[in-house]
Each structure stands twice: as structure tokens, then as C-alpha cells.
């Protein structure tokens, strides 16, 4: 009798749990979705690219405030993968110029150690994460085209970036991308370290004879998708 | 209901006599005209097949996206309605692959079997008062069997591809499929003993238009019937729960693995001609099938009489036929994102120890019944109006306890689909 | 392996060995097991590791202490912020450095915030692996607001790289505690529906209980920890046995598996454990947010170049969501350890499956090691 008893609660249960089961799966056919549309700038539910939503703290592509960046190589140091790369040079007046400033975000793992260390705020994460490109070795990102006197930082004087956030990057991706005719094959190839080499406070390896074109550079379509 | 000793019209016969009529040829031509009738109409429902498996598709993700609190498909097309297009296309130009090791010839033939087996079903099921492809007078049992081809295409697919896994697949689905006949082909004598008659058409007729005069409201053992019906046809799917034959979390893909491009869309052909046969079925033997809910009382008043060939009565027939089935095609693709799947033993008990026993249950207890109802007229209507307002309760319970489950979730009413 | 598989295989009987893996649906990254199968019937598996090896430890040698940091995000992926919390652990036992109290109570919220994402996609790809679809997607769905809360508080959605050496990163923002909790409040509602509509399903507890079941002895005597250990009826929490941070402030109680629709200790306990898991996490949260005080995120006077005395060791664990997750660290009195080693909690898990897959079917496989709750490189770092 009591196998008897099991048998039928047994099959009560099933049928109760199932119902159960889908009377929750029935009530999101009244229930919103909360996929986000992501390509289109006007997609439901943002109603704007989605990088304006992002919050202030979100780590995407590095970016370098020029204008404020002192040249203390800091970042550089920090920085455990050796994804950054700066170059100094004195020119005949003994100036020192920034000659090169240059992030990898092909090997950039976005964890944001350098934008703590940075003392004036001038290398900084901006919100654009959607970088692909027609060649990896324009991932490197060249913030410097000519050379720039680095910033003096003054004493009591709080250095803040004036250019908006991924302003910067979205130009040096624009400028990077598709493979320009202007660019000659060499410049573009060259990688920033050749030497793989683990951070901590290690000098960084010195920059390697200028990489061979792999192939004809193909002209490519694809958008910063900035 | 028909007069004994006459079969009603079918699509092949129509044809047939239409042709015969209008070109005025005489007896000698009777094969050939037969073959092309005949030919029609399968060119006929094999694209009502290819028009129905397409556009499910894209149904089934829309609906499956919904209940996952996601969109769906909405790139190709309005909504994304061209999607199963696409698809489909993609499929037709993807290198057609049969492995090395494979046993090609039944590598190359099973698919036809499993999708021959699908669509011979097609010949039986009625869509309107005259469309059927041929109104046989063993219509249930010709399904039946015809339908337990697929077994063999998938053992065979499983085998020639010479994967462990396909084999596994393949060895479930033989399982799954030949123990699942079994309450099946039971629950479905249920219908057969209420309205005397094996032709699906004869059962159709012998059913009333109304809810109440369907089969499964005939008693709480034709009610019982209907669901033992729909779990067997479920597991002879490979539909979920029971989807074990192809379980991509545990066989990768099960008996299909190896297949693509054309070879592979004939698989998932033949399960979405499956998903149709499934609810088709359940609708002409439990629900009434065409019958246009309040037609005949309509016409009767206004002194005429409705005739088979009818079109417009056709057309109505289809729409509400499709309606039925295209609810009932709902339903599964809704257990099929609510449930987990069973086990292969499980799939075994549930059917040995619970389908079966329950379907013969069903079986003798209907036929009991009958007899019962002969002696006392009054338990006919008394069963009838109970089951019917049981099917309600559960109907509208399960709406409001859907409401509810809403409002624990503190969200608002959405109802807009088309985003 | 292979061979050996191969070797004991008894052909006569029909049985065939059987690569499930590398690439396998529910192997939860790239794991390959070996089975040693009739027909559906496993003899054993044999789980093969090492696809997914990074040489986490090896590149610890080589790098300062403060930029090894990032690199203990992908211990595991799933639950960064406990492999952060545990290395930063090991060595500020290892230099000496005392943490301010908002930052302990910072990490916690972190740590709970994390154990309700990371058990999220425990339940939820255990029930996929089961066939059903859809409440994996509505876990996935509330862990996509918790990413959003990462978002917010950290920067990042799945390698947080939050915690510091003496501290955190950041400080809450502006009226992120009301958002938790809104979010927490609607949660515990949601844990219903996820059990009305899965947990309490027949077909889903027939698959589960019974299956795999580990006893409390075997539990204890194969190193396993975390939640599956306790859903063996072993109350075992680091957070309470070896409490670090201020977990001993907070009350909350250690979920252990009772058992209650099959035996103790199998893969239905385990899954449910997890369940009640992330209700005590939301109680945790919730006394977090009442809780913290102001003050610093992080210890003053931390060393850029950190350099603990010569020939110290240490090893620091934290409850993580797959168990312990311990640090050893050895110092030579450089900026960067002579020796790291990683304990976790899933490569202690996968032991357990060859012994325990001996008589499962193969689909009893998949909900065993998806019970198990294992993640790839966290087996295999």
C-alpha cells in the first residue's frame, strides 16, 4: 500500500513541479527583456553608444593626456606586463623632449596599476573597449607623432586633464587604423618591446631593430567602432 | 459523421477527379493521372512542411528568447522573420562533409529515412474537411508505423558515422523511440475506442466543434489520454525533456554530430516536421481538428447545409486546425525551455512504469466507460462538462499563478513583442 | 593516460574508451576525462589536467609583489576578487602590514558581491548541463547586474584586480550601498523563482539526488573544501574556522547539506548548498553595508618596493566560491617572492571524480563534475 502511496505522490509531484516550472517561464512572456542592443548608438534600452554609459572607473584603452604627462617613466615601471613604452631625448639645447609614448593594448590587461601610480593624471583609462583592427601590430597604440616637451609638475598645483574622457584614444585609434597610406610599412610594424620581459622595476629592454612587414598591408574597412 | 461504407473526399481523389473530368480521359489514363495527383499534393504539403519548419524556427528562438528574458533574432528581416532564410541558406552552401571512416552509403541514406519517415506521416493528417492527401482507413495506425522509420535512419546515422558519440546518440534514440511506441500507440486507442473509427478523418467527424464535444473532454481517462499522448509524441521527438538522442551537454550533438550542410538541415527538418505531426495529431484525435466552433449552428439556422467541398468551409477548417496545432506547437516549444532533460534509465522508468501502465489504465477504463455511458446517458454529459471545466481551471490557473509570479518579481506588465 | 585507459580496457566486454574533452560541453573549459565506458555505463574517468596550465606560480618569481596583482585575476576567473583577497592576504602576513577597517569590510562586500556571481553561474551551468536552458540565462542575467556593480566599484567585469597589498583600489561611489541592497531585495525573490521553476522540478532533483554522493569521511580525506565539503555535512568555513578579515563581526550561518531529497552528500546537496550559500552571502552583505566605517581604503606607508625579510614564509587562505583558496609565498628578501604556491579549491575537487565515477552513467557524469562546481584554470593555473 505504501509503494502503492509513493507511486502516485511520486507522479503528483512531477506533475505539480512542472506546472510550477511553467507557469514561471509564462509569466516572462509579460515580462520585459533585458537584453541590451548592443552596435547601434540608439539601441534599446540606452538610447546612446553604450560607452556613455559606462561608469567613470571602468578600465578600457589607456590614454595619455600629453600635455600633462611629466615623463617620469612611472607607469612604464609599474606596469607588469612591459606593455608601455617611454622615450626621452635631449635635443642639441639640452631640452628634453618626450619622443615616444607607446601602449600596447594587444598585451594591455587593463588592470590599471599604471593610472594609480600616475602622479599629475595624465595616462588615464577611457571608456572605449571595441578596438579592432585590419593588423594587431596596429594595436600599438603611438600617442606621439612629434615630439612634446614634458609637463612641469608644480608643487600644491593639482594637474587635471581638460580633454574629455576617450577623446584622446578614439583619435589615436582613428589615426591607427585602416592601415593609412602615409604610414610607411616600417613605422607601422614596429612592435614596442621586442623582448619579453616580466615587469616590477626592471629597466625596460631596449627597442628592437624595426620588424619586417609581414604582408602587404591590406586596406581595411573595419571602423575604430569608436 | 459519414454514412458507414463511404470514405470522404481527399485531396488525391479531388485532383484525380477534377483532371479526369476536364480533360475527359477515359479509364485507360486512371494510373497515370492517380501518380499525378498524387504528386501534387505531396509537392504540396512537402512545402507546407519546408514553409512550416522554416518560420518555427524563428518562432521557437523568439518565444525561447522571451522566456530567457532576452530578444531573439531581430537582425534578418522585420523582426528578424528571414532568419530561418539565412539559416537555411548558410546550411545549403556549407561544405558537405562525410568523414573519412564513415560508412558512406548509410552516412548518405539515413538522413532520407529519418526525413521519408517524418514526412510520410503528412499523408494522414487533415487540415481541412477535404485537406487530407488520403483519408486511410487505418490513418492512426499508418502513422504509427510509418513514423518508426526514423528509428532507423537514426540508429543508422549514428552507426555510419563511426563517432562514439554519434553511436551513443544513436543507441538512445532506438531506445527512446521503440519503448515510447508503446504508450503512445495505446493513449492513442483511447480516441480510436470513443469515436470507432481508425481514419483520422472518421475521428475528426465523429467530434463535435465545441470544447466540450472534443475527445479530451469525453472523459477523465480521454484526458488522462491526451497528456499520456503528448509525453509519448514529446520523447518519439527527441523533444525535450526527453532530447536525450541529441543532448549536446553530454553527447556533443548525439547522432547528428558528424552531419552538415544539406545532410544535417534534413535532421532538423524532419524534428520540425515532427513538432507539427506531434500537435496535428493531438489535435485531430483530441481536439476536435477542424471543426469551426459555432459553423454549423450558423448555417443549420439559416436552413442550409454545409458541404465537404465547400471552400470558404475549408479555409476556415485550415485556419482553426492550424490554430489548434499551432497552440499545441507552443506548448512543447515552452516545456522545451522549461524542463532539464532525463536520464537514459529515467526515460526508461517513466515509460515502463508510468506511461504504460497509465495508458492501459486509460485504454480499458475509456472502453469501460463507454459501456457505462450506454447504461447511463446522464454520466456522458456529466463527465463531459467536469473535464471540461477542470481543462479551464488548469488553463486559467496556470495564467493567474504566471501573474503572480510576475508581481513577486515586482515587474511591470510588458506585453511588446516587437523590439 | 591515454594508454593506460587503453590497456585496461576490457574489449571483450564492448568497452571502448571515450574522449570526453578537451572540447567537450560540459567540461567547463579544457579538461579532458577519459573514460573507461560500456556503453553508457562508466567504469572510471579519469580526469587529465594540464590544458589549461599558464605557469601562475612561475611568473610570480619573476615579478614584484605588487604587480602579481592582475595576474591572480585569472586563477579564477569566475571569483577574482577571492584569489586577489588571498594573495594580498599571504603577503601582508608576509611584510607585516595591517589593513584599515574599511578596506577589510570593502573586500567583504567585494568577496560576497563575487560569491553570488560566481555561484550563479555554478547553479546555473549545472542546470544547463542538465538540459535546461533557461535558468542558466536568468542567472546569467542577475549576475549581469553584479558585473555592473563591479563596473561601478572596480572598472572592470571580470578581472577586478581590486584588492591592494595593505588595501583596495577604490572606495564605494556615491549611493552604490542603496543599490546593492535594492538589488539584494529583489534577489531573494528571484532565488524563489529560480527554485520554483528548477530546484523543486522532479525530472532535475531525479537527476541529481542519489548521484555522486560523497560521505563526510571521503569528503574530509580527499582535501575537498568549499561548499563541497560542507554539502557533505562537514561545517567547515575557513570564514569561521580560520576567520581573517571581519568575518568574525558578521553573523551569518555555515550552509551545510542536509540531505533532504536523497542522501547526504549528493550532487543535489551540493547544488542546493550553493543556492543557500547565496542567501547567507546576501545576509552578509546586508550587515556589511550597515556596518563599514569610514576611514582608509588603504594602509599608509606600504612600500612601493615591497621587500619582507629574508627566508619568511607564509601561507594565507580565503573561503573562496570553489573552496579554499590558499597562497604560500616564500620571501628572499627581494621585490619578488622566491616561491608562490597556489592551492584551489577545483583542482583538489577533480581527484574525487575518478574514484566517484566508477558506475555513473554518462550523463551522471556531467551533473557530477558540474556538481563539483570546477573551473578550469583554477585546476590547472
Not at chain 2, 480521359?25 to 512545402?47: D, F, Q, Y
Not at chain 2, 481536439?287 to 465547400?310: C, F, N, Q, R
Request: proline share 6%; glycine share 8%; with cysteine.
Amino acid at each position: 500500500m505504501k509503494a502503492v502511496r509513493e507511486y502516485f505522490v511520486d507522479l503528483w509531484r512531477t506533475v505539480y513541479s512542472i506546472w510550477e516550472g511553467m507557469s514561471v517561464t509564462l509569466s516572462y512572456f509579460e515580462r520585459r527583456p533585458t537584453t541590451i542592443q548592443y552596435p547601434e548608438p540608439g539601441g534599446m534600452p540606452l538610447g546612446k553608444p553604450l560607452e556613455e554609459t559606462l561608469p567613470e572607473r571602468f578600465r578600457g584603452i589607456l590614454e595619455i593626456d600629453l600635455d600633462i604627462c611629466s615623463g617620469c617613466l612611472t607607469c612604464s615601471r609599474t606596469c607588469p606586463i612591459d606593455c608601455i613604452a617611454v622615450e626621452m631625448a635631449k635635443d642639441a639645447e639640452g631640452q628634453r623632449f618626450l619622443t615616444r609614448f607607446d601602449v600596447d593594448i594587444s598585451k594591455c590587461m587593463f588592470c590599471g596599476l599604471c593610472v594609480e601610480e600616475c602622479k599629475t593624471g595624465a595616462l588615464r583609462h577611457s571608456p572605449i573597449f571595441a578596438a579592432a583592427m585590419a593588423d594587431p601590430y596596429n594595436l600599438v597604440l603611438r600617442y606621439i607623432t612629434t615630439p612634446v616637451k614634458p609637463y612641469k609638475q608644480v608643487k600644491g598645483v593639482e594637474s587635471k586633464s581638460e580633454k574629455p574622457r576617450g577623446s584622446i584614444a578614439r583619435e589615436v585609434l582613428a589615426r591607427w587604423d585602416s592601415c593609412r597610406d602615409d604610414v610607411s610599412p616600417d613605422a607601422r610594424h614596429r612592435p614596442v618591446l621586442p623582448s619579453w620581459s616580466f615587469g616590477g622595476d626592471r629597466a625596460p629592454a631596449p627597442a628592437g631593430e624595426a620588424r619586417a612587414p609581414a604582408a602587404v598591408p591590406e586596406i581595411g574597412k573595419e571602423g575604430s567602432d569608436a | 459523421m459519414m454514412p458507414e461504407g463511404m470514405t470522404s473526399p481527399d485531396l488525391v481523389g479531388l485532383i484525380e477527379r477534377w483532371v479526369v473530368s476536364t480533360l475527359g480521359l477515359s479509364g485507360n489514363w486512371a494510373p497515370v493521372v492517380l501518380l499525378g495527383a498524387a504528386g501534387a499534393v505531396a509537392a504540396i504539403m512537402l512545402t507546407f512542411v519546408a514553409v512550416f519548419a522554416g518560420p518555427v524556427t524563428w518562432v521557437e528562438r523568439r518565444v525561447a528568447g522571451r522566456l530567457q528574458s532576452r530578444i531573439g533574432p531581430n537582425r534578418v528581416g522585420p523582426q528578424g522573420i528571414l532568419q530561418w532564410l539565412a539559416d537555411g541558406i548558410k546550411n545549403l552552401l556549407k561544405e558537405d562533409l562525410i568523414p573519412e571512416a564513415a560508412d558512406s552509403l548509410l552516412f548518405r541514406l539515413a538522413p532520407y529515412l529519418v526525413f521519408g519517415g517524418m514526412f510520410g506521416a503528412f499523408v494522414v493528417l487533415p487540415f481541412s474537411a477535404v485537406g487530407i492527401a488520403a483519408d486511410l482507413d487505418i490513418g492512426i495506425v499508418y502513422v504509427l508505423a510509418i513514423t518508426s522509420i526514423v528509428v532507423v535512419g537514426l540508429i543508422m546515422s549514428g552507426w555510419a558515422s563511426n563517432n562514439k558519440w554519434s553511436l551513443l546518440g544513436g543507441m538512445r534514440a532506438a531506445a527512446q523511440i521503440v519503448s515510447y511506441e508503446v504508450p503512445t500507440a495505446l493513449a492513442l486507442l483511447v480516441p480510436v475506442i470513443i469515436s470507432g473509427s481508425l481514419s483520422t478523418q472518421g475521428i475528426i467527424r465523429a467530434q463535435g466543434a465545441w470544447p466540450w464535444e472534443w475527445n479530451i473532454a469525453h472523459s477523465p481517462l480521454a484526458f488522462a489520454a491526451f497528456f499520456l499522448y503528448f509525453v509519448g509524441a514529446l520523447a518519439e521527438g527527441n523533444r525535450t525533456p526527453f532530447d536525450i538522442p541529441e543532448a549536446e551537454s553530454e553527447l556533443v550533438s548525439g547522432y547528428n554530430t558528424e552531419y552538415s550542410g544539406f545532410r544535417f538541415l534534413a535532421f532538423a527538418f524532419a524534428e520540425w516536421a515532427n513538432l507539427w505531426i506531434m500537435s496535428a495529431v493531438a489535435t485531430t484525435l483530441f481536439l476536435g481538428g477542424w471543426h469551426v466552433p459555432g459553423l454549423e449552428e450558423i448555417v443549420g439556422a439559416m436552413g442550409a447545409k454545409v458541404a465537404d467541398t465547400s471552400v470558404l468551409y475549408n479555409l476556415a477548417g485550415l485556419v482553426v486546425f492550424t490554430a489548434k496545432s499551432s497552440l499545441l506547437v507552443l506548448m512543447v516549444i515552452q516545456v522545451r525551455w522549461t524542463l532539464p532533460r532525463l536520464r537514459v534509465d529515467q526515460l526508461m522508468s517513466v515509460s515502463w512504469k508510468y506511461l504504460v501502465p497509465l495508458s492501459f489504465v486509460a485504454l480499458v477504463g475509456t472502453a469501460a466507460w463507454m459501456l457505462a455511458v450506454v447504461e447511463v446517458p446522464a454520466l456522458d454529459v456529466v463527465a463531459r462538462g467536469l473535464t471540461f471545466v477542470a481543462f479551464a481551471f488548469l488553463t486559467v490557473s496556470g495564467f493567474l499563478r504566471a501573474r503572480q509570479n510576475r508581481i513577486l518579481a515586482s515587474e511591470k506588465r510588458d506585453w511588446k513583442w516587437f523590439i | 593516460m591515454e594508454r593506460i585507459v587503453l590497456r585496461q580496457l576490457d574489449r571483450n566486454q564492448g568497452e571502448m574508451l571515450l574522449n570526453m574533452g578537451p572540447h567537450h560541453p560540459s567540461t567547463h573549459g579544457v579538461i579532458n576525462f577519459l573514460l573507461q565506458a560500456d556503453g553508457e555505463i562508466i567504469k572510471q574517468a579519469i580526469p587529465e589536467v594540464g590544458y589549461l596550465h599558464r605557469g601562475m606560480e612561475k611568473i610570480a618569481e619573476q615579478t614584484a609583489y605588487h604587480g602579481y596583482m592582475p595576474y591572480t585575476d585569472r586563477v579564477d576567473y569566475l571569483a577574482a576578487i577571492f584569489a586577489n583577497h588571498g594573495y594580498a592576504l599571504a603577503v601582508e602576513r608576509l611584510a607585516g602590514i595591517e589593513v584599515p577597517p574599511r578596506a577589510e569590510y570593502l573586500r567583504v562586500i567585494a568577496s560576497e558581491l563575487n560569491r553570488i556571481a560566481s555561484h550563479l553561474i555554478a547553479v546555473g551551468s549545472m542546470v544547463m548541463d542538465l538540459g535546461a536552458f533557461t535558468p542558466f540565462l536568468l542567472g546569467i542575467r542577475e549576475r549581469e547586474k553584479l558585473n555592473d556593480f563591479f563596473e561601478e566599484l572596480v572598472g572592470s567585469r571580470l578581472t577586478y584586480n581590486y584588492v591592494r597589498i595593505g588595501g583596495v583600489a577604490h572606495d564605494l561611489t556615491p549611493g552604490f550601498a542603496e543599490r546593492v541592497l535594492g538589488f539584494l531585495d529583489r534577489f531573494i525573490p528571484f532565488l524563489e523563482e529560480y527554485d520554483r521553476l528548477i530546484s523543486y522540478n522532479e525530472i532535475f532533483v531525479g537527476r541529481l539526488a542519489n548521484i555522486g554522493v560523497i560521505d563526510a569521511g571521503e569528503a574530509t580525506a580527499w582535501g575537498l573544501s568549499g561548499p563541497n565539503i560542507r554539502s557533505s555535512g562537514v561545517s567547515w568555513d575557513l570564514r569561521r574556522d580560520d576567520p581573517y578579515s571581519v568575518y568574525p563581526d558578521l553573523e551569518f550561518d555555515v550552509v551545510v547539506g542536509k540531505g533532504w531529497r536523497g542522501v547526504l552528500g549528493d550532487c543535489y546537496d551540493r547544488y542546493y548548498a550553493r543556492i543557500d550559500e547565496m542567501r547567507q552571502s546576501v545576509r552578509i552583505l546586508r550587515q556589511a553595508f550597515a556596518r563599514i566605517p569610514e576611514g582608509d581604503i588603504v594602509a599608509p606607508k606600504v612600500p612601493r618596493k615591497l621587500k619582507p625579510p629574508a627566508g619568511a614564509s607564509c601561507y594565507a587562505a580565503v573561503e573562496s566560491a570553489r573552496g579554499e583558496l590558499g597562497y604560500w609565498v616564500a620571501s628572499d628578501g627581494t621585490d619578488r617572492p622566491t616561491r608562490l604556491k597556489i592551492r584551489t579549491g577545483s583542482f583538489t575537487a577533480m581527484e574525487i571524480i575518478k574514484t566517484k565515477s566508477r558506475g555513473l552513467m554518462i550523463a551522471d557524469l556531467v551533473a557530477l563534475i558540474s556538481s563539483l562546481d570546477v573551473v578550469a584554470p583554477e585546476i590547472d593555473r
